[in-house]
């Protein structure tokens, strides 16, 4: 049980340094800053819309810059993939919009629709109105600001309030985001029954001296799993009322739950090698490769929350198993099965009198690692972009919530 303990230590003090590192970085969809550039064309934001959704905003900016733009891209290819991360100048990137489709404001009191005043008394102009999108089908749209021809850049003071058609469900929520509050609050209750239920035969083996470390593992895991999704859980639902959610608690949430993936991880390699099932040690062979399958699995989960946390770029990458660290991660999900069905096999050779109980344990859980690379592959190639979140979050929480 030494052992494990080191790796469970060592997992859980990296995650926690990471973590004093990671919440100084907030993400909400009523996006409130400052833009300064020194370009004439800088990406704002992005929402994926529902039909019928809109945006509020209000926004100032130095009357010595006028007069500057918000341009509204469309997720196609000949829109926002040609304008963003190109070679195009700004005056090419506003040519790319269509007119007829109002998918450029000017934020001039002369234009009638822009919600700009001039203010005598300020050096500010002040524009403050809301646009509503109509589309025949769930789509991105990126916000873009422009002043071509400008030599000092942009300077831009925002709040943008982004809205979809519907109730608390769906109000404040990207169409990628939404379900994903409902799920976390269905897996959350039944996680909580699970962990009532795992208590009680905790209690039940403790009294005949039968708790093994594997089992205690596997607490650790679901009490871990049960305050993440009840931290997610308050977030999402903060985030439903004000479009802003409490960041500290999303991310606290995220990290807990995927210590509680590791934890769960550990316990089904124990299993799989026979550790409390047919043997009461590990060679010192079988200790240093799960030690070392553990630290590669903590080090490319901290390096996938420290990448969207400073190299996450919201223009091009739509979900976080688009990025190099994610590939990883499925990547390593697909090398643990490796090793669990070689330890399993192994296992079963040497004593197949366990055949009963490993057959059936192998087929169940080989779900659950098989389940990240197919469902990754499957919503990489097959999936709608705003689709990919959401299956994606499901994922995540089933992938966790075991």
């Not at 926002?80 to 790319?96: E, G, I």
């Not at 895991?221 to 985030?239: A, D, K, N, R, T």
């Not at 197949?352 to 389940?371: D, E, G, I, Q, V």
Request: glycine share 6%; charged share 15%; hydrophobic share 45%.
């Amino acid at each position: 049980s030494e052992e494990i303990m080191l790796v469970r230590e060592r997992n859980l003090l990296v995650f926690l340094y990471f973590l004093s590192f990671l919440l100084a970085f907030t993400t909400g969809k009523r996006v409130k800053g400052t833009l300064q550039s020194v370009h004439d064309w800088k990406f704002l934001a992005r929402f994926c819309f529902k039909t019928g959704g809109h945006l509020g905003y209000n926004l100032a900016y130095p009357k010595s810059r006028c007069c500057q733009n918000i341009l509204m891209y469309f997720d196609e290819a000949f829109q926002w993939d040609a304008a963003y991360d190109s070679n195009l100048n700004c005056t090419q990137r506003v040519a790319l919009l269509n007119p007829r489709n109002n998918q450029k404001i000017v934020l001039d009191p002369a234009e009638d629709f822009s919600g700009c005043t001039d203010e005598f008394s300020t050096d500010t102009l002040q524009c403050t109105r809301s646009r509503r999108f109509v589309s025949a089908l769930d789509r991105w749209w990126y916000l873009a600001v422009s002043r071509c021809g400008s030599t000092n850049g942009l300077y831009l003071e925002y709040d943008l309030h982004f809205l979809n058609p519907g109730g608390f469900w769906k109000r404040e929520f990207s169409a990628d985001e939404q379900g994903i509050l409902e799920t976390d609050i269905g897996f959350g209750i039944a996680m909580f029954l699970l962990m009532w239920v795992s208590f009680i035969w905790g209690s039940l083996l403790s009294q005949r001296e039968m708790l093994h470390t594997t089992y205690k593992l596997y607490l650790v895991s679901i009490v871990l799993q049960v305050f993440g999704l009840s931290f997610l859980c308050i977030h999402y639902g903060v985030y439903g009322e004000n479009g802003m959610g409490v960041d500290t608690l999303k991310t606290i949430g995220r990290v807990l739950s995927a210590v509680s993936e590791l934890m769960f991880l550990v316990m089904l390699l124990l299993l799989a090698k026979g550790w409390t099932v047919v043997r009461g040690r590990l060679t010192n062979t079988s200790q240093f490769r799960l030690t070392a399958l553990m630290t590669l699995y903590t080090v490319v989960y901290a390096a996938m929350f420290i990448w969207e946390a400073v190299a996450f770029d919201p223009g091009k990458v739509i979900y976080i198993y688009d990025s190099p660290a994610g590939y990883g991660l499925v990547a390593l999900s697909f090398v643990s099965f490796c090793w669990f069905t070689f330890a399993v096999i192994t296992t079963m050779k040497n004593h197949p009198n366990k055949r009963a109980f490993y057959l059936p344990f192998y087929f169940l859980f080989s779900l659950w690692f098989l389940a990240r690379p197919v469902v990754v592959l499957v919503a990489n190639h097959h999936l709608l972009d705003y689709a990919r979140s959401v299956m994606l979050g499901c994922l995540d929480v089933f992938c966790i919530g075991k």
